[in-house]
């Protein structure tokens, strides 16, 4: 395919979605501006045109797969009324299971999102750019705070809340992607999450 046939935008999204199936099937090693180039089907200095090098590429994966989980866990919570103090305790499941889903579904692109996530150069990119990519970072953790929120007014208390669920989901996703832990025989992952969250925190 030639780069015409790529409008501007359009080209950039189909790269990242490129670079993530070679991600999945080849770990991070296998990817590289021209490997992607390749199989887009475009000349191999189109990619230049948004990424200036590869850890360019990798800061857009990094940010579309926070944007992708917030979805995912938003998409899981579609149908509960979040702004009842009752739903509370069933987001914040339904949130970490998802979170969790989502990291066992992509584990190349969690264990990228996990070691690269900090380790951003955006010397090159403007303020507002800034703020927009820690902001999509953010946006999973969020979701997280916004549930805790509903039931109490003390910042300091949801952000403690927010940070402890997080940083349970989160950990558990990283071992659960490592083949660290293993589910038991005919549980879930939503009531693994339910019985380790029961015994951990009292929401």
């Not at 866990?73 to 339904?94: C, G, I, W, Y």
């Not at 889903?101 to 380790?119: D, N, S, V």
Request: no cysteine.
């Amino acid at each position: 395919m030639s780069d015409k046939q790529y409008h501007h935008g359009d080209l950039k999204a189909s790269l990242i979605r490129i670079a993530n199936e070679i991600l999945q099937r080849d770990g991070v090693e296998g990817l590289s501006l021209r490997a992607i180039a390749a199989e887009a089907g475009v000349s191999h200095m189109a990619p230049y045109a948004h990424f200036k090098n590869k850890q360019a590429l990798l800061s857009s994966i990094v940010e579309v797969g926070f944007i992708d989980m917030a979805a995912a866990m938003q998409a899981s919570t579609a149908n509960l009324d979040k702004t009842l103090p009752e739903n509370t305790k069933t987001l914040v499941l339904e949130y970490g299971a998802s979170y969790l889903e989502f990291a066992t579904k992509h584990p190349q692109l969690y264990r990228l999102m996990l070691g690269q996530a900090e380790h951003i150069e955006m010397q090159s990119q403007s303020e507002d750019e800034q703020t927009s990519y820690r902001h999509n970072l953010n946006k999973p953790f969020n979701l997280l705070r916004d549930a805790f929120a509903l039931q109490s007014n003390d910042k300091a208390q949801v952000k403690a809340q927010a940070l402890g669920a997080w940083s349970m989901v989160h950990g558990m996703a990283a071992l659960l992607a490592q083949g660290r832990i293993q589910l038991p025989q005919g549980v879930d992952l939503k009531a693994f999450l339910a019985t380790a969250s029961s015994i951990t925190f009292a929401l």
